[in-house]
């Protein structure tokens, strides 16, 4: 019966208490466990320029430490903690009493050991449950652990208010020193903030802090562990200044780390609680594209309708350099660089050129810039003209719709598709709507970047990256970008070509205002109902793209492309190449194709193509030819097609 009843009391206490009862790791894993994650940012250089999360300063010894320190805390913490054991009975019957007598709580009887334990494995209730398991995880610690090694594992681990985890990490926060050197009254400060970090937090509350810090030095004294008179001078004497060391506004970078601390746990995971992590963004370049976005907004954007704006800049490797995720991350943290799919417009006519001419089409080859009717659907201009005939080339210097939509059906929509596949547009449907020409289906900036990049490099894609090392918080390196070649997705004279007509973009097309002194090949784009604006383009050295437009998709002032993003393209693209040589591009053929700025005379109407030649798939009136079993007809767009008929270039 007693066997029984005493089985049946183990299995009870067993249930309530000891299920879920945290496991205690071994005496080198303690220092990390339960910690919550910090972040520490770095630049190419390896300097820390950036913390997030909690400050998890260097670990620091009881060797290391002046015999004040460790004993402020004792005298107010535990002063019997080398006498019991994992919990201290005369403690807690003293606190009990001095509780009752006061009516409030004025002591615990938490020892060290016990409040390792609660800040190590369990959550903060206050249950009976949690009281057991913390006493029960005390003992194993006890037998685990010296007292010394408690000790220092406590000072190591226990927080102080303002995000600082550790003696070492208080001592930089509050005092701009390390813990070797603090004095016996920051010492006390110390000591007396673990009981109520928030409460009595120097920096919220110097007065409070200090107050407590008084009764660390008179039970200093008064147990004779330090000389009475030196105590009762510090305490009699000023408060230690506070230096307070608090994090700094990120400003800017904000959108970079952002976007870094989320894709660094999805590299190496959640195990790891601090992270070290080395980004590619320069603050220099940083800080130049947020004064050019923030001032041509504050000049032209509000007066025009536009709220946002976004810019990212990548190296040529793909290192993101610059990331301007808005106009104010304090204001807005939407990062829509990244985050904010948009539709390109017109920016997307370079993949169908670049499609167009992979299949046959040569920049000099005759179009019809004319109306043209696809079953219910007639796109046409921005402004409504027509060039008639033209050659390829300048038709996307002029960013004509008509042009575009006929190269397009001439390749064929779903080989433009896979293109934009291969450009890293993953997005964009196996088999779209004949208004995939004009831009109707939404990217990302970044995304967008990354497609002109294949043409930067010469028909390689490299995808953009934002991080290039991460190591743990010994220097164990947990992921490193590998340096790699970019890999071939489309052939280098063609890709040539394209550089060559969307340098003639802002030579003599609608890209003109991006013209800052030196050769450089981009696009303008504006979606329908001018709710978007865009200008990508790039240089041997540095690709920039720029998207401006309203979060709720609100129609701007009739901005376009070649207003506001191509001014803010060339404010930042014009700083960012000081002091570089204008050169041209490694991988350029030694024999380039021709830069044509001025377009040649057109055919004669009696059908001598003269100096522009036709393409085979184009008819002599500038018709569409597609050959029988052609697998997009006319019919296929009269019920699906968009409405959308007019892109702005």
């Known amino acids: 019966?007693?066997?029984?009843?005493?089985?049946?009391?183990?299995?009870?206490?067993?249930?309530?208490?000891?299920?879920?009862?945290?496991?205690?790791?071994g005496p080198e894993a303690l220092w990390s466990a339960g910690r919550p994650p910090g972040l520490t940012f770095v630049g190419s250089d390896g300097q820390v320029i950036a913390r997030r999360g909690p400050r998890h300063g260097a670990p620091v010894r009881l060797t290391q430490l002046p015999a004040h320190v460790p004993l402020a805390f004792l005298a107010i913490e535990d002063r019997r903690f080398y006498e019991h054991g994992a919990v201290d009975l005369r403690g807690v019957l003293r606190a009990g009493v001095v509780n009752l007598r006061t009516g409030r709580t004025v002591q615990g009887g938490s020892t060290i050991s016990q409040q390792v334990a609660r800040n190590l494995f369990l959550e903060p209730d206050q249950t009976l449950r949690r009281k057991v398991q913390e006493i029960l995880l005390a003992v194993q610690l006890e037998r685990m652990l010296t007292k010394d090694e408690l000790l220092e594992l406590y000072l190591n681990r226990i927080y102080f208010g303002d995000r600082a985890y550790g003696l070492s990490a208080a001592a930089e926060t509050y005092?701009?020193?390390?813990?070797?050197?603090?004095?016996?009254?920051?010492?006390?400060?110390l000591a007396a903030l673990p009981r109520a970090p928030t409460r009595l937090s120097p920096t919220n509350a110097p007065d409070a802090a200090w107050a407590r810090a008084k009764i660390v030095l008179r039970r200093l004294g008064e147990m004779e562990w330090l000389d009475p008179k030196i105590t009762r001078a510090a305490a009699d004497g000023p408060a230690p200044a506070i230096v307070s060391l608090g994090a700094p506004?990120?400003?800017d970078m904000a959108w970079a780390y952002d976007a870094a601390a989320i894709q660094a746990r999805e590299l190496v995971g959640h195990a790891t609680p601090d992270l070290v992590i080395q980004i590619t963004v320069d603050p220099n370049a940083q800080a130049l594209a947020a004064s050019v976005v923030r001032r041509a907004m504050a000049s032209q954007g509000r007066a025009r309708g536009a709220r946002q704006a976004a810019l990212v800049a990548l190296a040529p490797d793909g290192a993101i350099r610059a990331m301007i995720g808005g106009v104010n991350h304090e204001a807005s943290p939407f990062n829509r660089v990244t985050q904010a799919r948009r539709q390109p417009g017109s920016a997307f006519k370079p993949i169908v050129w670049a499609a167009a001419l992979e299949h046959g089409v040569r920049p000099m080859d005759w179009r019809s810039d004319a109306p043209i009717r696809i079953g219910t659907w007639s796109p046409r201009n921005y402004g409504g003209g027509y060039a008639g005939a033209v050659s390829v080339q300048r038709a996307l210097q002029l960013s004509l719709n008509t042009v575009s939509v006929r190269l397009a059906r001439e390749t064929g929509l779903t080989k433009v598709a896979d293109l934009a596949h291969r450009f890293g547009l993953t997005s964009i449907p196996d088999h779209p709507g004949g208004s995939l020409a004009l831009g109707a289906y939404e990217v990302t900036p970044l995304e967008l970047a990354a497609a002109?990049?294949?043409?930067?490099?010469?028909?390689?894609?490299?995808?953009?990256y934002l991080i290039a090392r991460i190591t743990d918080a010994r220097g164990q390196?947990?992921?490193f970008h590998p340096a790699s070649a970019a890999v071939p997705v489309y052939p280098t004279f063609q890709a040539a070509q394209m550089?060559?007509?969307?340098?003639?973009?802002?030579?003599?097309?609608t890209g003109k205002e991006a013209a800052f002194g030196r050769l450089a090949a981009g696009k303008t784009g504006t979606s329908q109902n001018h709710r978007d604006a865009w200008f990508v383009g790039f240089t041997p050295d540095w690709l920039c793209a720029v998207w401006v437009g309203n979060d709720d998709g609100r129609p701007m002032a009739k901005v376009t492309g070649g207003q506001i993003p191509a001014q803010i393209w060339r404010g930042f693209m014009s700083a960012?190449?000081?002091?570089?040589?204008?050169?041209?591009?490694?991988?350029?053929?030694?024999?380039?194709?021709?830069?044509?700025?001025?377009?040649?005379?057109?055919?004669?109407?009696d059908g001598d193509l003269g100096p522009v030649r036709r393409n085979a798939m184009a008819s002599r009136d500038g018709r569409i030819w597609l050959p029988p079993g052609a697998e997009l007809?006319?019919?296929?767009?009269?019920?699906?097609?968009?409405?959308?008929?007019?892109?702005p270039y």
């Open 1 to 25: 019966m007693l066997f029984n009843l005493g089985l049946g009391g183990w299995f009870a206490f067993d249930r309530a208490f000891l299920r879920d009862l945290p496991k205690v790791p």
């Open 175 to 189: 005092f701009g020193k390390s813990a070797a050197d603090l004095t016996l009254s920051e010492a006390a400060v």
């Open 249 to 251: 506004g990120e400003g």
């Open 452 to 464: 002109y990049q294949v043409l930067q490099s010469g028909g390689g894609q490299t995808r953009p």
């Open 477 to 479: 390196v947990l992921y």
């Open 499 to 509: 550089v060559q007509m969307m340098r003639g973009v802002i030579l003599a097309g």
């Open 576 to 605: 960012a190449h000081k002091g570089l040589p204008d050169t041209e591009f490694a991988w350029f053929p030694a024999l380039p194709p021709p830069l044509y700025v001025e377009e040649p005379a057109p055919p004669p109407a």
């Open 633 to 647: 007809s006319e019919a296929s767009y009269q019920d699906d097609e968009p409405n959308i008929s007019e892109i």
